[in-house]
């Protein structure tokens, strides 16, 4: 029999958008640093994780990327020998002549599934739950990302933090990343809003109100879905990256997709971030700054039980007020009604949902990161050898 190799393999199959690379491109690299991990990830759409790290090359096999070795997964994947870990992430299903593979080890590879992330309090539940195959003799672990103790928590790099506080802290920083993304220094009471979301009904609405607000309002938009809203309400076909359109006090900035580590900065650097999916989202609430979420659409409004448990943790603390209108308006924005008369009691809210941002993300630092869970959770399972 083979023994697996000491390295970790983790899978990616990019079902839409860039979540899926976006989640086990951060996960890989910071094992692979900050763990000395031997990771090779496996992504099926190399185009998706260009868009996010442009150094990868679409048409490489196999190449190396912060230490990293990426591996283009192709269908049949070439034969090799799996990993000492296994990670299928985000509802993945692995080749079956890698399985095969794995059959033929021994020691058998720890395989996990690493799943979405959800506040819901059933996920500390089933985190760590073996999940034994009914036909192999191989066992799959739940990995549960999450908020509440007894989940795999979160994916948090050392030094993040600190490094957002150094920036937020210093305006010749902020300047060169304004003039790096293209635009001017902020200027006293203009408000800078970044959007990354879905297209949505309450779209419009939004951008009348920030039209009609009391103030000018820049908003970043990164290349995606919610363009070609924005140009039909502009009346336009089209916005090319690198366009400034304007109407009442609202000024459009088009962006170009940044590399992942600039749209942190990104966040940093706005005063209202409105993200979607999950990890933007978390991306958000490290920058503790306000935030808007949209969540992925599920079936059966799967993702307004997320959205739910979500609010029930962020609000538990905040001025009931204030709690109101953070609630009425993720509610609105997600269920894709009118938001625009909530839009200046909003607005007028940031400075304080601001210092609630940042108890929100100093909360969080006080969790364990997801990258430290999971190296805890295999090395416990390789002492016990329950595989
Ligand atoms: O792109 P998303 O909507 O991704 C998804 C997918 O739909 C996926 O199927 C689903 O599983 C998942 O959500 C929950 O949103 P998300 O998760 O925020 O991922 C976006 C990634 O893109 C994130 O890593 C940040 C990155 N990004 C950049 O690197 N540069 C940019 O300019 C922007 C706007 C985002």
Known sequence: MLKPSGH????????????DIGVTWRLSRQLANEFGIAVRLWVDDLQAFRKIRPEIDCHATRQELNGVEVRHWTN??????????VIEALACNLPDGYIQAMLALS??????????LSAEKWVSGVHGLPSPNPRLPLTKYFFMPGYLPDTGGLT???????????????????????????????????????LFSYESTSLPGMLTACADADCV????????????????WFSRQA????????RGNLCVHSLPMLPQDEYDTLLWACDFNIVRGEDSFV????????MLWQAYIQDEGAHLDKLEAFLDLYCADMQPAMAD???ASWLAWNQQEEIGALWPSLLASLPDQAAHARAWATHLAGQTDLSSNLVKFINKLLESRVF
């Open 283 to 290: 991306r958000a609430q490290f920058a503790a700054r306000p």
């Open 217 to 232: 309002i820049d908003l970043l938009v990164p290349q995606g879905k919610a363009l070609p809203q924005i140009a039909a």
């Open 325 to 327: 209108l953070v609630r």
């Open 156 to 194: 948090r790099e050392q030094g993040l933090f600190q490094a957002r506080d150094q920036f937020q802290q210093d305006p010749a920083a902020q300047s060169l990343f304004w003039n790096r993304i293209g635009l001017p220094n902020k200027k006293p009471g203009q408000l800078r809003i970044s």
């Open 107 to 116: 020691p058998k590879p720890i395989w996990l599934n690493l799943e979405y």
């Open 76 to 85: 049949p994947l070439p034969s090799t020998i799996p990993g000492e870990v």
């Open 8 to 19: 970790w393999d983790i899978f990616c199959s990019v079902i839409d958008n860039y979540g």
């Open 239 to 246: 916005i090319s990256a690198g366009e400034h359109l304007e």
